[in-house]
């Protein structure tokens, strides 16, 4: 199965940027969606960012304008450049994966995971 790992988290300021990223390995699909998810404390996990094989992204709306899904040229790693950021942006972050396409926002539809990577936004 495929194993994703996040990294990029840390402490930022209001208004600051972090940039994410999501590398995938084992048993990758070369029709994989990808996404991004986060999890504030005593909150429910909440969809972020999805790109698809082909190219096509979804944010959820309190992001949108601030943060960008992509991915590199070997189509092994996925990226979250966030801006702007602010402080409701604080969560843990975590990279998921299905090996067929979905339009789904829901975490359920996403069988792989990575560990999550903090990010926290100052005042």
């Known amino acids: 199965q495929v194993q994703l790992a996040e990294s990029g988290g840390g402490l930022v300021q209001a208004g600051g940027s972090l940039r994410l990223s999501c590398v995938a390995s084992?048993?990758?699909?070369?029709?994989?969606?990808m996404a991004w998810f986060r999890q504030a404390p005593g909150k429910e996990r909440e969809f972020v960012a999805r790109l698809d094989w082909i190219g096509v992204t979804a944010y959820t709306d309190s992001v949108k304008g601030r943060f960008t899904i992509s991915r590199d040229n070997a189509k092994n790693t996925v990226r979250l450049q966030m801006n702007s950021l602010k402080p409701e942006d604080t969560a843990v972050y975590y990279c998921?994966?299905?090996?067929?396409?979905?339009?789904?926002?829901?975490?359920?539809?996403?069988?792989?995971w990575g560990q999550g990577t903090q990010v926290t936004v100052s005042s």
């Open positions: 998921a994966a299905r090996n067929t396409y979905t339009s789904a926002r829901s975490p359920n539809e996403y069988p792989d």
């Open positions: 084992g048993r990758t699909s070369s029709s994989a969606t």
